[in-house]
């Protein structure tokens, strides 16, 4: 009887612990504290996106070598046409003359181009060597349910933190999260995973049971961050999701109910927010009286003013705060309504005013191509786990990017990276699953 070797032993549970897939789940976990200031679950989350990335690259040496082209070469010009767009917006925008006394961030030229030398090569560097090193559609099915367990995880602190009366921000859930709206968005997306679970995968009546109950926990949570822009992607990225069904009678009922939930919670959940009206004024008029409505709109049109001002290189990057303050032109009212902002509310808008036509176009390129490969590669229905995996993804993908049109900028969330990441994967294990398909059909 031969003895276990101990290095042998102690090298095979490293490379259970870091596995390309365990390394993803632990990001997942990490998004959920990637926005919070003001509780005790605030940690450095950029330096362990850092060494996770590190650990990544480690373990993907040898497929970096022998790796061959599969994706098109149009990401990889868009992706280029829009890194050069930060730099260039810096160079050719307006004059970083930042107001400590009027923002508490450091905007200024030095700090705003350290920060795009750092977060650009960790977050590319993080999105390809997921794309390298997940290799099977199990996997990411994995990395999904890692998704629903980080927002039971967060469901669970936000019921302690309540009981403690810390958790609310302006009578608004925000757990883990400095921002209700994160926390609304979280929500909507275990809610969307677990549809597409229920609807495009066999499972036995108690696990149904189990992930209906979590959804309706998730609702409820999400419900009470009372962030509309969650509430209007809940109900998109559902419409989209029931696109893929075959029944044409779910798409219809689910449908029409869901547009008429929106109708009618839209209106209560605005009526009872902070600073919406009075708590007995529950009416649709009320909706429209919150004057962070009337803060976005200015931004917008700020920011539209600054695109035209600068279209092809837009303002600088990280400096639309800094222009609105320093030239009249953009700005020529009293400040106290939007003072300490510091970006607009629309990765949209952001993009049109900051990195101008080079980065908005280079952007929208990369969605759009995204977009079209996945569906793509969706309608191809290989399998069930072909369906879930691909209509999930697609399903995260259009939540980050349409709530991003309503609320802050997206392109250097950890969250955006780890979905390019797992869309990356997913084409490329589809791609090589189709291709084998299609070369045994030639043999037979």
């Not at 032993?9 to 612990?17: C, E, G, H, M, Q």
């Not at 508490?104 to 181009?113: K, N, V």
């Not at 803060?295 to 609105?324: C, D, E, Q, T, W």
């Amino acid at each position: 009887m031969t003895t276990p070797n101990i290095s042998n032993i102690a090298l095979y549970s490293a490379s259970r612990v870091f596995s390309n897939m365990s390394l993803v789940c632990i990001l997942v976990f990490v998004t959920a504290f990637t926005n919070g200031e003001n509780l005790f679950f605030n940690f450095n989350h950029v330096i362990v996106t850092f060494i996770v990335t590190c650990i990544l690259v480690l373990l993907n040496m040898d497929k970096l070598f022998f790796h061959k082209k599969i994706l098109s070469s149009y990401f990889f010009l868009f992706i280029v046409l829009f890194v050069i767009s930060f730099f260039a917006s810096m160079y050719f925008g307006l004059d970083y003359t930042s107001n400590p006394n009027l923002n508490r961030y450091d905007i200024t030229f030095d700090a705003s181009l350290r920060s795009l030398l750092f977060k650009i090569p960790m977050h590319l560097t993080l999105i390809f060597f997921i794309y390298l090193g997940i290799d099977r559609l199990s996997e990411i099915k994995r990395i999904l349910f890692a998704f629903i367990l980080c927002a039971l995880a967060v469901n669970i602190i936000t019921l302690f933190l309540l009981s403690t009366g810390i958790n609310t921000i302006e009578g608004r859930l925000a757990s883990t999260f400095e921002d209700p709206n994160y926390l609304g968005r979280l929500e909507v997306i275990s809610i969307a995973i677990s549809i597409c679970y229920l609807i495009f995968k066999e499972s036995s009546f108690n696990l149904k049971m189990i992930i209906i109950a979590n959804m309706v926990f998730s609702f409820l949570i999400q419900v009470f961050t009372y962030s509309r822009s969650s509430v209007l992607s809940l109900v998109a990225v559902i419409i989209l999701i029931f696109y893929f069904s075959k029944s044409k009678f779910l798409k219809i009922i689910f449908t029409s109910g869901l547009i008429l939930g929106m109708v009618l919670l839209i209106p209560i959940m605005s009526s009872v927010r902070y600073g919406a009206g009075s708590d007995a004024d529950i009416s649709f008029i009320s909706t429209f009286l919150d004057p962070s409505n009337a803060l976005r709109i200015l931004l917008n049109l700020i920011a539209l003013k600054m695109f035209v001002h600068s279209p092809f290189f837009g303002v600088g990057y990280n400096n639309f705060y800094n222009v609105m303050l320093n030239y009249s032109e953009f700005f020529p009212i009293s400040l106290p309504l939007i003072t300490n902002t510091v970006i607009v509310h629309s990765w949209l808008f952001t993009l049109l005013a900051e990195q101008g036509l080079l980065g908005f176009i280079s952007f929208v390129s990369l969605l759009i191509i995204s977009f079209r490969r996945l569906v793509i590669s969706i309608k191809q229905r290989i399998s069930s786990d072909n369906l879930f995996v691909g209509v999930s993804l697609l399903s995260l993908f259009f939540i980050v990017v349409f709530n991003g049109l309503f609320f802050p900028t997206i392109i250097m969330e950890l969250l955006f990276s780890l979905i390019c990441g797992l869309i990356g994967s997913y084409l490329k294990i589809m791609k090589i699953n189709y291709s084998s398909t299609i070369e045994k059909l030639r043999v037979l």
